[in-house]
């Protein structure tokens, strides 16, 4: 069955042009004109992707954005905007965003994007990795401590399991943005250092579990027993 992507888009002719580009590369898309009809329709049914404009009547994406947070941890949401400064990316951010967009872009751009959220959901073995008192489950997106449970967001799960896959190894920070990010700009590096922070906030409980940070190179999941 193909992906289904809910597209949350206030220009007609944007939401048209994305819309019927998506579908001919094989994606089922339901679009909405507003963030108020974007909350009505995720409720309605799952999804397997949202794509959110930012600026956008009675709810703007990031309002959007939250709510979605608040039913659902795990759906990818990929925010396209013309707003470009790194302030308006880490407000996406910490609204629960999982990636960013900047018009015009390209629908090559969009979709590689988008596979690499979906790449999660064609993988059929459970893959659970112990980290010291942590145990992460990446297939259902979870860090489980004995004080209790972190659910993750797509791109922190991507981030922790590419470290997880490669213990008390430096990974290149450019290797890491082109496997999860699918590129390696500034904005993109920056949003990167956002999630790492995150994911080191997650871990703290057991200080045998650090992302250490190489500067000028990368970073590495060190693991002490």
């Known amino acids: 069955m193909s992906a289904h992507i809910l597209l949350v888009e206030d220009d007609p002719n944007l939401g048209f042009v994305i819309k019927d580009n998506l579908e001919v590369r094989g994606y089922a898309v339901t679009l909405c004109a507003d963030g108020e009809a974007g909350t009505t329709t995720f409720r309605q049914r799952p999804f397997d992707a949202c794509i959110l404009d930012v600026m956008m009547p009675k709810k703007d994406g990031f309002a959007l954005a939250q709510s979605i947070r608040e039913a659902n941890q795990q759906v990818p949401i990929l925010f396209i905007t013309a707003k470009s400064m790194l302030s308006d990316k880490r407000d996406g951010f910490t609204a629960g ?90 904005f993109m590096g920056r949003s990167m250092d956002v999630f790492i922070s995150r994911l080191r906030k997650y871990l703290r409980e057991d200080p045998r579990v650090q992302i250490q940070n190489h500067h000028g190179v990368g970073f590495k999941l060190q693991v002490r027993n």
């Open 97 to 186: 965003g999982d990636d960013y967009l900047v018009k015009p872009f390209s629908i090559d751009e969009l979709c590689m994007r988008l596979e690499v959220f979906l790449r999660r959901t064609r993988e059929t073995n459970r893959t659970v990795y112990g980290l010291g008192d942590y145990s992460f489950d990446a297939v259902n997106l979870e860090l489980t401590h004995p004080r209790g449970k972190k659910s993750l967001t797509p791109k922190e799960a991507d981030v922790l399991r590419l470290l997880c896959a490669h213990p008390n190894q430096v990974l290149k920070r450019e290797d890491i943005l082109r496997r999860v990010w699918g590129d390696d700009d500034y």
